[in-house]
């Protein structure tokens, strides 16, 4: 006989084996219990007073439950998990039922759709991953509405985001902070020549899958350079991070450029060498102006590890006045190159020193034995 269940969340969560049958039918005992005695306790919160299952979990299946159309099909694609919560939606990890390939899912929130400026920004992004095909960029695979809700599902990239990746190991070696920027960089340099400018580089846009590659993700806030009408960036508006927004994003130009996402990535690289932002205050106002007319701290100051090179390339990337950038994500990826052959001749010159000292200091040692033996003879 099939099983009846109470709450579409009760079947998710017994068909996901996060609840057994077993657990599920004392669970039913217990509430008819509960009903006899006058309580109105729900079979959800028994499962969790019982320790089956956790209040998170009850909370995303709710949440999945309700966005999908049956159970937690979504336009097609069997909602898993939620993987991340932004401004204006949910990702969720999603399998496509009909070729079965994984995918993250970026859903918009019903209550955004009735603004326009959200919707026509969602309209944004999705044709900024359309029109944008490059490796080190999430691939868009699909776009569309699921009931009332706009959608896209993209290449699902599993791994952390560089936010969480820096967070975890304090900071990053130089040779690998330098790699990732280089690779940004490179599917950045990309993007602007497609004239989209990014315009939130920051770690938590940037993630990095199992094997190492780099992926720029949120395209929320992209500017087409080739088109007008969708650009949403009012006068005195500022969009971006606080502590990755460039001087010229925080004044509210209008006429940003690929520059800004230089500065917002040399923010980014400084913030992989040391485990820290650039700018911190008060509150956000205090380090909005610091972007503009603040003096930064080296960051050797927090790690003398780093090269004099790689903090020269910092703050050229972030130079206040754009003009005094570097002028293209290739120039940033030519001074890297520059940088790390630089660092090679340099490892080289001290190997050699170290090998020239060690054969000096052998030849010294059998001079001087030498020189004993002869005197320990002549005596
Ligand atoms: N394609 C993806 N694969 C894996 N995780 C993703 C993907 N896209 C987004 N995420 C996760 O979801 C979070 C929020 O997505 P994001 O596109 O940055 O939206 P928001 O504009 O809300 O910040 C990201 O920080 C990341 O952890
Ligand atoms: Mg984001």
Known sequence: MAVRYETPVIKLAIERKLVTPVQHQQCRELVRKSRRIGLNTSIEEILIKQGFITREQIEELTEISRLGETGDLFAGYRLQKLIGKGGMGKVYSAVHEFTNRKVAIKILNYSYTKDETNVARFFQEVRALAKLNHPGIVTLYDAGKGGRRYYFAMELVEGPSLDQYVREKKRLPENQALAITKAAAEALGYAHKKNTIHRDIKPENIIIDDSNVVKVT?????????????????????????????????????????????????????????GRTVYSGKNAQDILIKHVAGTWISPRRYNKNISIGTVRIIRKMMVKNRDKRYGTMEAVIDAINGNSK????????????????????????ELFFKAGSLLLNMN
């Open 218 to 274: 949120d395209f929320g806030v992209v500017m087409h350079t080739d088109d007008d009408h969708l650009t949403l960036t009012r006068e005195g508006y500022m969009v971006g991070s606080v502590h990755f927004a460039s001087p010229e994003q925080v004044e509210g130009k209008r006429d940003i450029d690929g520059r800004s996402d230089i500065y917002s990535l040399g923010a980014t690289l400084y913030f992989m060498l040391t």
């Open 342 to 365: 630089l660092m090679r001749v340099v490892v080289i010159i001290l190997k050699i020193a170290i090998i020239l000292t060690l054969v000096g200091v052998g030849i010294g040692a």
